[in-house]
């Protein structure tokens, strides 16, 4: 029988450079708190999820400056972070492998992606519970895509059916998803190296809502939509 245990993991160790601020995006203010805090909170809140696994960077000093305690041991620290996102979700994982099973399910979400949803959240454990595979979050493509070139001249229009806009969490088996990052170093997100096993993710409907925040702007944004959800500062 199949683990029906959900776990989180969310990479925090980068930088954030595009952001242009003095300190790593994820500690950034949103609403007085920081946008790890609001993500880790969006994982938590379905209590199918046990624990959520929070990757940071070896030297990080930030971390323990804010409060955790309303999570209570729900939130596990990782100081095992790496250089790019593959490899700190790699090492959350090898560093979680004495907690977690290779049949529980792991979440993987972005730092930096705030405001997800709590029903696109449930929507998603309970379509891929009893998946094969395991799947993510996203939303079909709505604008028309261009491919240029490298001097930003119109190259091409794409054909955006069946094209959707990859968001997080990205939901697999802890030993399917080692074993996938095990074998590729240069993917952009989970699924991806779960492809190149040859299998086939399922796309489960997400909302517009759950952008990722990448530059200044996004903040901004990030707290409209929480503020319009009834969070204060």
């Known amino acids: 029988m199949t683990s029906e245990r959900f776990l989180g993991l969310i990479p925090a160790a980068g930088a954030g450079e595009r952001m242009g601020q003095p300190k790593p995006k994820q500690y950034l203010d949103l609403l007085g708190r920081t946008m790890l805090y609001h993500s880790v909170k969006a994982l938590l809140a379905d209590t199918r999820i046990e624990t959520v696994f929070v990757v940071l960077a070896p030297t990080d000093q930030e971390f323990k400056q804010y409060p955790w305690g309303e999570f209570g041991e729900r939130v596990a620290p990782l100081f095992c972070g790496g250089a790019t996102r593959h490899d ?79 968001q997080t969490p990205q939901m697999f088996r802890h030993g399917l998803l080692l074993r996938a990052l095990g074998r590729t170093t240069k993917l952009s997100d989970e699924a991806g190296a779960v492809e190149a096993l040859g299998l086939k993710p399922k796309l489960v409907q997400g909302s517009p809502t759950n952008l990722k925040v990448t530059y200044a702007e996004d903040l901004q944004l990030a707290q409209t939509i929480l503020t319009s959800r009834g969070m204060k500062p």
């Open 88 to 166: 700190s979700v790699l090492n959350g994982l090898l560093a979680a492998s004495s907690t977690a099973e290779p049949d529980d399910w792991i979440l993987v979400h972005d730092a930096a992606r705030p405001c997800l949803g709590r029903r696109e959240l449930q929507r998603m454990l309970d379509e891929l519970a009893a998946d094969e595979v395991g799947g993510i979050l996203g939303v079909p493509v709505a604008d028309t895509l261009k491919r240029a070139d490298v001097a930003a001249r119109i190259q091409a229009t794409e054909a955006r059916e069946n094209l959707w806009q990859a």
